[in-house]
């Protein structure tokens, strides 16, 4: 008789919301291709989960795509837009890559850090707002800018950063 215990499957851990936002992915790629929703898959089971990915939930994913857990974790641990720790209820992404450094991130940041009492990759103590650092979010025009859930705020000034906070 074996002792290793089995993992649950997709099934069991994600919700039918989740299972039913994949399904969705899945249409718009060739049903030998479910591996190719696993960014949307990913997107899906961590909004579902207060905004990261627990590796429980990354082997479900897996499961479902009919794929290897590596290859879920090489895609969730490449790109920045997800989470593999819990962040706070907002997630502030400023750009500082050299559109963004050259027209004053760096003040946009300190700001940022002053403000919230953190540093990037940190989490403010009433669990609001997480600080990322990301490398460009396709905004050059209008640099210095950040990103908080799906809206980009662009041409920042300490003042409008100040502004944009109160409002979230």
């Known amino acids: 008789m074996s002792t290793r215990m089995s993992k649950p499957n997709a099934s069991a851990i994600l919700s039918e919301e989740s299972r039913a936002a994949i399904d969705r992915w899945l249409t718009k790629y060739p049903?030998?291709?479910k591996q190719s929703a696993v960014m949307g898959a990913l997107m899906v089971v961590q909004e579902d989960n207060g905004g990261w990915l627990s590796t429980e939930l990354m082997d479900?994913?897996?499961?479902?795509?009919?794929?290897?857990p590596i290859?879920?974790?090489?895609?969730?641990?490449?790109?920045?837009?997800?989470?593999?720790?819990?962040?706070?209820?907002?997630?502030?992404?400023v750009c500082?890559?050299?559109?963004?450094?050259?027209r004053?991130?760096?003040?946009?940041?300190?700001?940022?850090e002053k403000?919230?009492?953190?540093?990037?990759?940190e989490t403010t103590s009433d669990k609001k707002f997480t600080l990322k650092e990301v490398e460009c979010l396709?905004?050059?025009?209008?640099?210095?800018?950040?990103?908080?859930?799906?809206?980009?705020?662009?041409?920042?000034?300490?003042?409008?950063?100040?502004?944009?906070?109160?409002?979230?």
């Open 31 to 33: 049903t030998d291709q």
């Open 60 to 68: 479900a994913v897996a499961d479902y795509l009919e794929m290897s």
């Open 71 to 93: 290859a879920v974790y090489e895609v969730a641990t490449f790109y920045s837009m997800y989470e593999l720790k819990p962040v706070g209820e907002h997630k502030i992404c």
């Open 96 to 102: 500082t890559n050299v559109s963004c450094m050259l």
């Open 104 to 112: 004053g991130s760096e003040d946009i940041v300190t700001h940022l």
């Open 115 to 121: 403000k919230l009492g953190i540093q990037f990759g």
């Open 138 to 168: 396709g905004a050059c025009g209008g640099a210095p800018m950040m990103q908080i859930g799906q809206e980009y705020h662009e041409n920042l000034t300490p003042e409008k950063v100040d502004e944009i906070l109160v409002n979230v």
